[in-house]
């Protein structure tokens, strides 16, 4: 359970599957993202979180859209997690992913059960599971 305050603070781990299209620049799709990007080029996601990375349940509905920042595997990301453990509202969060070290996001805000919500996300991609592993790190709710 989360708790009003931000000297109250929960972190819990979830799960995606990044299985998705790139974008080109041009407009063209690319089955694999994990592909040589291109500075400029975008990559869409909107799937549920899971609490195990196999067979588990999902916890949230996670939509994002990262562009490519160069050529030096760096990308800007914002997105939104909808009914975050399904309580009704939404979070906002924005950070640089990096290829081979992963992501760290901001939560920016958010709306009905979390209005007053801080805090941050990491995202790693573990391909032992073939999933991102995200840490959710929530203040305020």
Do not use: H
């Not at 996001?105 to 805090?119: D, V």
């Amino acid at each position: 359970m989360y708790f009003k305050g931000k000297e109250n603070c929960k972190a819990e781990t979830y799960y995606l599957d990044w299985t998705l299209p790139l974008i080109t620049r041009e407009g063209d799709l690319v089955s694999n993202a994990a592909t040589d990007a291109s500075s400029g080029e975008r990559w869409p996601f909107a799937d549920f979180m899971y609490d195990k990375p196999v067979g588990g349940n999902a916890v949230a509905f996670n939509a994002e859209l990262c562009t490519r920042l160069n050529d030096d595997d760096l990308w800007l990301c914002s997105g939104t997690m909808k009914d975050f453990t399904w309580r009704e509202g939404q979070i906002t969060y924005e950070g640089i992913y990096e290829d081979d070290e992963g992501g760290l996001f901001t939560i920016t805000g958010g709306t009905g059960a979390f209005e007053c919500a801080s805090g941050y996300i990491s995202d790693t991609f573990d391909s032992t599971l073939g999933s991102s592993v995200c840490t959710v790190k929530l203040c305020g709710v």
